[in-house]
T-cell receptor, first 116, second 113 residues
Framework: GAVVSQHPSWVICKSGTSVKIECRSL??????MFWYRQFPKQSLMLMAT?????????EQGVEKDKFLINHASLTLSTLTVTSAHPEDSSFYIC????????????FGPGTRLTVT | AQSVTQLGSHVSVSEGALVLLRCNYS??????LFWYVQYPNQGLQLLLK??????LVKGINGFEAEFKKSETSFHLTKPSAHMSDAAEYFC???????????FGKGTRLSVIA
């Protein structure tokens, strides 16, 4: 149980286009979802926290107009990278916590974004 | 605010030797502590977690960690390293509720034959 999926697993897009990444909790209700990004050989950096039905809370330094997060239901959150540039190329990982034990965060497999 | 410090960005051990990866945390409240492993180009896999029960926590693949409040540490150990243990390891801390996990910078473990 407690499975989180991400789609797509990898995506290549051209500079200036937008890309949407989906994060789904498959067998539980995710009241809170988190989005992280990871550059090569670095740790995970929290981008934002979203609660179902509310606006996301972004970490300092993360452009909310560039990284649009929507958490419209208890099983789906989306991250849209708008007007992507090569420096946005990264590994994006979502995680979710919810109606199971409160201390657990369940991670998706990640999405590799390459902007050319 | 919570934080995690992982001492040593790279640890190299011989196959069969003891693995010790260090993690110290800072938290204003009793923390929940986690160790994750990440293989190249893959997501995170939970190794073990401390949730205020037993201070010695056993995880998957023969790993274990001991919570020491007096030392604010949660070091990860494995008695005998295997080649398949070579990966990146992350220590993370979280308070209760919906606060996010805070990760350390990670330690890359290399296992030498």
């Amino acid at each position: 149980g407690a499975v989180v999926s991400q789609h797509p697993s990898w995506v290549i897009c051209k500079s200036g286009t937008s890309v949407k990444i989906e994060c789904r909790s498959l067998d539980f209700q995710a009241t809170t979802m988190f989005w992280y990004r990871q550059f090569p050989k670095q740790s995970l950096m929290l981008m934002a926290t979203s609660n179902e039905g509310s606006k996301a809370t972004y970490e300092q330094g993360v452009e909310k107009d560039k990284f649009l997060i929507n958490h419209a239901s208890l099983t789906l959150s989306t991250l849209t990278v708008t007007s992507a540039h090569p420096e946005d190329s990264s590994f994006y990982i979502c995680s979710a916590s919810g109606d199971r034990v409160s201390y657990e965060q369940y991670f998706g497999p990640g999405t590799r974004l390459t902007v050319t | 605010a919570q934080s995690v410090t992982q001492l040593g960005s790279h640890v190299s051990v011989s196959e069969g030797a003891l693995v010790l990866l260090r993690c110290n945390y800072s938290s204003s409240v009793p923390p929940y502590l986690f160790w994750y492993v990440q293989y190249p180009n893959q997501g995170l896999q939970l190794l073990l977690k401390y949730t205020s029960a037993a201070t010695l926590v056993k995880g998957i693949n023969g790993f274990e960690a001991e919570f020491k409040k007096s030392e604010t540490s949660f070091h990860l150990t494995k008695p005998s390293a295997h080649m398949s243990d070579a990966a990146e390891y992350f220590c993370a801390v979280r308070n209760s509720g919906n606060t996010p996990l805070v990760f350390g910078k990670g330690t890359r473990l290399s296992v030498i034959a």
